[in-house]
């Protein structure tokens, strides 16, 4: 993977605010970019456990519809 390729992953994920960007080097200068989304589903799930985020929100984030009241 060249280097543009991977400045255009991390620059989209800084833009996209919503996923995380792990690179890993190897000693013989092979290069890893893996990309997850962010939040993930245990820190959403601790969000909502602590009142930071609806359980709407919760699901929404999760990709789920949203519950009638």
Do not use: C, Q
Request: proline residues 6%; charged residues 30%; negative net charge.
């Amino acid at each position: 993977m060249d280097e543009k390729k991977i400045h255009s992953i991390i620059d989209e994920a800084m833009a996209a605010r919503d996923r995380s960007v792990s690179i890993y080097i190897s000693p013989d200068g092979g290069v890893s970019v893996s990309v997850f989304p962010w939040p993930d589903e245990e820190i959403l799930r601790n969000m909502r456990a602590s009142g930071l985020i609806s359980h709407n929100d919760y699901r929404t984030r999760l990709g789920l519809s949203p519950m009638k009241d």
